[in-house]
């Protein structure tokens, strides 16, 4: 697994991580301890040393990983974020108060059995706290020795300027794929212009890239895919033909669809590392040979101007969900 550097002053991670999500929120009912753990350490034997996971994702999340990744913690990246109030995102009410930062890195630290949390984000900008208190008490946990590197999560250009300025930035993470493409307007040039890594969630479309996403497809009222715009009939009957055309080429390459998909978004920056969550080990393998793509100029000529014919249908959040998106 290749391993790249997230920004001018960031970690050295591998070019592919994993996002722990999806293990206990999200998609559907959460997946034993057990499997979990296996499964967290069989991605560390492929290669993969960024682990991504949240307070949000319940207090099991953390837990599980930080129980995983203990017999080679010093060798692995672990992030983790705040910002919700009382840990809880279905409130729909954000808290990135100082105190509220604090407790947050406590109990974090605690749940990953760690001393230092090497990659802390906010995970969505709270309007009723300046970001430059926000950024000025993680400066402090890094002072403290508590958090090495400071990072946000669907932050806009303003905030991450502001923030910026205030303790230097390692990483943005924000939703970026073939299917949501916005970051490339604002988003992608800042970072450039101050040296921040880009961490792309959902690189996959939340799903929709595997290929394995068609008009037949149902999925669980625990599933968030259930209420997205983008996943309605309509909509999906539209992107599924999409996805299919990207099947092609993956076809070509003697590749999957996701594979194609991880290997286009590595393509764009060399500061870009990508986090993709699954339950299933064969998947994790596929996700990780998408660090072993490589697309030629052709290749990615091919794809944008696929795009571009064939734009994605529906929106990639409800409109409550793109409320809490800074702008």
């Not at 390692?170 to 800042?190: D, G, H, K, N």
């Not at 394995?212 to 599924?240: G, H, Y």
Request: aromatic residues 8%.
């Amino acid at each position: 697994m290749q391993k790249r550097k997230l920004g001018k002053n960031g970690p050295e991670v591998s070019a592919i991580g994993f996002g722990c999500m999806g293990l206990t929120f999200g998609y559907g009912p959460a997946t034993d301890l057990g499997d979990a753990i296996a499964l967290i350490r069989a991605a560390y034997e492929r290669g993969i040393t960024f682990f991504d996971s949240a307070e949000a994702y319940g207090a099991a999340n953390e837990e599980m990983l930080g129980e995983a990744v203990a017999p080679f913690r010093d060798e692995v990246v672990i992030a983790t974020k705040f910002g919700w109030r009382d840990g809880n995102p279905a409130t729909g009410s954000l808290d990135s108060s100082p105190a509220r930062i604090r407790v947050v890195a406590e109990q974090s630290l605690k749940r990953l059995k760690t001393d230092v949390i090497d990659l802390f984000y906010q995970h969505r900008v709270d309007p009723n706290v300046p970001i430059e208190d926000v950024a000025g008490t993680v400066r402090e946990l890094i002072a403290e020795g508590k958090v090495r590197h400071f990072g946000m999560s669907e932050a806009g250009v303003k905030n991450i300027r502001k923030a910026h300025a205030v303790q230097p930035l390692a990483a943005l993470q924000s939703e970026y794929s073939m299917f949501t493409r916005e970051p490339e307007q604002e988003i992608i040039p800042v970072l450039e212009e101050l040296g921040i890594g880009f961490v792309p969630f959902s690189p996959l479309g939340k799903g929709f890239l595997t290929g394995k996403i068609d008009t037949a497809t149902t999925f669980q009222e625990s599933d968030i895919r259930s209420r997205l715009p983008r996943f309605q009939e309509q909509a999906r009957e539209a992107n599924a033909n999409l996805v299919q055309q990207i099947g092609k080429l993956a076809e070509a390459k003697k590749a999957t669809p996701a594979q194609v998909a991880l290997g286009w978004l590595l393509a764009q920056k060399p500061w870009i590392v990508t986090i993709r969550g699954t339950t299933k080990k064969h998947r994790m393998e596929e996700n990780a040979g998408g660090a072993d793509i490589t697309l030629t100029k052709h290749d990615l000529r091919t794809l944008n101007d696929l795009l571009a014919k064939m734009p994605v249908q529906g929106n990639r959040y409800t409109a409550a969900m793109e409320a809490m998106v800074d702008r």
